[in-house]
């Protein structure tokens, strides 16, 4: 089992794409500090956790894991949520695009589930608007 | 002996009730191990209830809740072709899910501990229930941040979905 590789799959191409934005957005992922709380600066927070490994399958292959994508947006509160919906937009892309990889004889075969959400919050003492949607995984690692 | 065939759709359908209420039962308890836990009021606060049907409050304070076949009576699956969803009742269910932001009091000014061992212990790195680092700091979380996601989407919900459902079918008359 190799978890990094599983990570690497789903965090390289969320980097990549609000990377490539302009302005970029900044990602933060597990065990990262985010900005801090009382600054209104955008940024999204992916959280990867795992579920089950090595559920037995009717493939060959035990080498896999199940668990769930949170994809959170932080947009300034007050301004309406098209910012925060056009970042979503962003990371939805991303998790299509993983679906949509072909899988090949080495590295990691990854496909996401439903996508719950959007769901929106927005809480009196915190500065921003948060967007929040997750999917669940299976991944397996090839060899 | 075995069982008269003209008892067999009433024994189909008892058995499914029987598998449903099962099932529920084993997804609360699930739920309680996967979730977090602080005085236990929001253990307690599950429920199953028709979609779009409101859940009770929570059914104590008095530690962990172990749930049984008597919080999923069999009057409520009585009728067919509706959705059942599991919901908590607890006022502060979405802060405890992780699934909205919250104010947290510091362990410094609790005059109790929690019921469940932390997982984390230290500083607090966000607002949702779940963000607390290892390290200096007096924030306690008692299950790791979007559990709640994981327990869906991890493989335990379904596992505890088969065993309720393999259990509950089981027991019901004719299928014994």
């Known amino acids: 089992m190799n978890y990094q590789a599983i990570r690497a799959a789903v965090e390289n191409p969320l980097l990549s794409a609000f990377s490539g934005l302009s302005p970029a957005v900044p990602v933060y992922f597990d065990n990262i500090t985010a900005v801090p709380p009382n600054t209104t600066t ?30 959170r947006i932080f947009t300034e509160k007050g301004r309406g949520p098209a910012r925060n919906q056009t970042l979503l937009t962003t990371a939805v892309n991303v998790l299509e695009a993983l679906n949509d990889t072909a899988k090949t004889t080495s590295g990691v075969f990854f496909r996401v589930g439903e996508i719950n959400g959007p769901t929106f919050s927005a809480t009196e003492a915190a500065p921003h608007f948060v967007g929040r949607i997750d999917t669940s995984y299976v991944a397996t690692v090839l060899s | 002996m075995a069982r008269d065939i003209k008892f067999l759709v009433k024994d189909i359908e008892e058995a499914t009730i029987n598998a449903a209420r099962t099932a529920c039962v084993e997804i609360m308890n699930g739920l309680v191990e996967a979730g977090p836990g602080y005085s236990g009021e929001f253990s307690s606060a599950w429920y199953a209830v028709e979609q779009g049907q409101s859940p009770g409050k929570p059914r104590s304070k008095q530690g962990l809740y172990k749930y049984n076949l008597r919080n999923v009576p069999k009057t409520k699956f009585k009728s ?83 065993r309720g459902v393999q259990q509950g079918f089981g027991k019901a008359r004719g299928f014994k």
């Open chain 2, 80 to 162: 067919s072709g509706v959705w059942f969803q599991i919901v908590n009742g607890a006022d502060h269910a979405a802060e405890a899910m992780d699934l909205v932001e919250g104010r947290f009091i510091s362990q410094l000014d609790q005059d109790k501990y929690p019921i469940k061992d932390p997982v984390n212990t230290g500083r607090r790195t966000g607002a949702r229930r779940g963000e607390v680092t290892s390290g200096a700091g007096f924030a306690i979380s008692t299950a790791p941040l979007d559990w709640w996601s994981t327990y869906n989407a991890g493989g335990a919900l379904s596992n505890d979905l088969a």
């Open chain 1, 42 to 71: 955008e940024y999204v927070r992916v959280n990867v956790t795992f579920g089950i490994t090595n559920e037995p399958t009717l493939t060959s292959s035990v080498d896999n894991a199940r668990g769930a994508i949170v994809i």
